[in-house]
């Protein structure tokens, strides 16, 4: 294939990702005045931003008077068992209420009390009301809110442009390359700074509530390419409760609302099972417990012949269910023909949400690689353990926000754009590579193969026999992946785009599951059923720099005034996310 098909772009600052982070980072490089573009693999409007149901956190206090963010700061740090970086979680709690006010000035319809203030419901390990929301579909209208925001200022939106390497001399970055998924053509666009904004990676398990080509681990390959880290892989968030039907659509989430309401779990013997793991709130306990306990009980032969536990709402009004829980009675009308006022729903514990990602700095979400942020998903540092519901939709805005501005004063400021021939020489190679790759190995088979290899080894119970299976199953997977063959076709380049997915999907896998053998601790969502205990040693976030390259990272002790407010959280009565 000639070059004289790439298109040369230049931009000030290249955002990669178009979902809540990335749009709000180019929202405020666009206030600002910089130059910007953002370029997706898919179409903005349907970024995975969309799929969040519950609801945003900020200490708003408008339903109660005493909350604070340093409780905000307080229930968050406790939540992710002191894994999270308190100058992250100061840095977020802090300025919520200002990403809230942004939202609101450009139109986001939050849902009101009828004296006109913001309502807000309690979600989780929350002390107090601080999740505002707008039905069960918050993180649809978030996007709709920014979409429109970017439109309106006239922001460059390329959502058919896959992005396959930074471009980095000297550890300092000049742009980046990729290609469009309809003709193929490539790209090369020069920017100053790049912000990383491409999502996480549960997509390498089986069950997820992503789909089919969002969160294949992209920002954690190109960060790493480009000289980044990776910190807290092997803490991946898994909801409780994923369809198990159609298979296509198989991790599709039913809202925690469906227990915040009052649903019931069961077992297949119809035993109400929660009883045994958490007397005291039962099915209103934190994810990864109600998680860790639907596993165990299809683990131990108690869940249904398809391998999943029953969660009921048919007990409640139908108004309720109408009222409450709206999108979960179309989603099982649409994939199951499911009237879930009438019939239990199948479920089982779903892998849904990084709470690791690319290693940033707290204060601008810098990577160390000179020029280059990661935000959102993509990024680390403020979940720990154990997310606290409702916080990712804010990180999105507060550091969307924060990361736009010092990559505007970057651009600014810089002297000169040093570029490097080799560099781009070698992205446009790897892509040449692919499209002449003609071996007998299919890309689709061997996604599905890592993605067998996390469910079986890396899910929500390891130990280090089944981890070290893993990895030496992941050594096989990478040897036929040098023997695979690429076929784009009239529709498209998704056959190349795949093959990329696929790279990616085998570094994050590796790098979980190294990262999953050395935290040998339970601790939040990562059990190890060899290491039962919480070691308090490992109060550590584990950074990966590539294979068997582990360094720990220490925490920074939680500030006084916030330690005193860290208390047990009643969740009687509450929506626990």
């Known amino acids: 294939m000639t070059h004289l098909q790439e298109r040369r772009l230049a931009t000030s600052v290249l955002v990669i990702g178009s979902g809540g982070a990335g749009l709000r980072a180019a929202i405020e490089l666009a206030e600002r005045g910089a130059d910007v573009l953002v370029v997706g693999k898919r179409a903005k409007a349907d970024a995975h931003t969309t799929l969040a149901a519950g609801g945003i956190n900020a200490a708003l206090s408008t339903m109660d008077v005493e909350d604070s963010w340093q409780q905000h700061a307080a229930d968050t740090i406790k939540e992710s068992y002191l894994l999270a970086r308190p100058d992250t979680v100061r840095t977020v709690a802090e300025n919520a209420a200002r990403g809230i006010e942004d939202l609101e000035r450009w139109g986001m319809p939050f849902a009101r009390e009828a004296d006109g203030r913001i309502s807000q419901r309690f979600f989780g390990a929350h002390t107090y009301r601080r999740t505002a929301f707008a039905g069960d579909y918050t993180g649809l209208e978030i996007q709709r809110t920014l979409v429109n925001r970017a439109v309106q200022l006239g922001v460059r939106i390329l959502d058919t442009c896959y ?44 069950r997820t509530s992503s789909r089919r080509d969002e969160n294949t681990g992209d920002a954690f390959r190109l960060a790493v390419l480009a000289g980044g880290r990776i910190r ?23 809202s925690e609302a469906a227990r915040g309401e009052g649903g019931i779990l069961r077992n297949a013997a119809g035993e109400r099972f929660m009883e045994r793991y958490d007397p005291r709130r039962r099915e209103l306990s934190t994810r990864d417990r109600v998680a860790l306990a639907a596993y165990t009980e299809i683990k131990e032969g108690r869940g ?13 009004p139908r108004e309720t269910i109408m009222r409450r829980l709206p999108r979960v009675y179309q989603t099982l009308l649409e994939l199951q023909m499911l009237d879930i006022t009438r019939s239990p729903i199948e479920i089982a514990p779903t892998a849904h949400y990084s709470m690791g990602g690319v290693w940033v700095r707290s204060a601008d979400h810098g990577t160390g690689v000179e020029g280059l942020y990661a935000i959102g998903e993509a990024s680390s540092g403020l979940h720990g353990a154990n997310r606290l519901g409702g916080n990712s939709l804010i990180e999105l805005l507060v550091y969307g926000r924060i990361a736009g501005e010092a990559a505007a004063r970057y651009s600014a400021d ?17 892509v040449d590579d692919l499209l002449a790759a003609d071996g007998p190995e299919n890309v689709r088979a061997l996604q599905r193969t890592i993605r067998d290899t996390m469910t079986e080894h890396a899910g ?47 570094l994050a896998a590796r790098a ?12 939040g969502c990562h059990n190890r059923a060899d290491f039962p205990d919480l070691d308090p040693g490992l109060r550590v976030n584990l950074v990966w720099s590539g294979p068997g390259r582990i360094e720990r990272e220490e925490i920074p002790p939680v500030p006084e005034d916030i330690a005193a407010l860290m208390r047990e959280v009643s969740t009687a009565g509450k929506l626990v996310e």
């Open 163 to 206: 992005v396959t390497r930074i471009l980095v001399r000297d550890n300092v970055v000049f742009g980046a390359y990729g290609f469009d998924l309809g003709d193929g053509s490539r790209y090369v666009v020069h920017a100053d700074a790049v912000i990383l904004a491409a999502g996480g990676h549960t997509r390498i398990w089986r």
């Open 232 to 254: 807290d892989p092997e803490l991946v968030q898994f909801h409780p409760s994923g369809l198990l039907e159609p298979e296509n659509a198989a991790g599709t989430l039913v």
């Open 304 to 316: 249904t012949p398809r391998g999943g536990v029953w969660l009921d709402v048919s007990h409640l």
């Open 414 to 430: 810089l002297p000169a754009q040093r570029r490097s021939a080799e560099a781009l020489a070698e992205a446009r190679g790897e």
């Open 460 to 506: 929500v119970v390891r130990d280090e026999a089944g981890l070290r299976a893993g990895l030496s199953e992941l050594d096989e997977a990478d040897e036929r992946t040098t023997k695979i063959g690429v076929h784009p076709d009239l529709a498209g380049f998704q056959d190349v785009a795949h093959a990329f997915d696929l790279k990616a999907s085998a």
């Open 512 to 523: 979980t599951l190294e990262a999953a053998l050395e935290r040998r601790e339970t601790r």
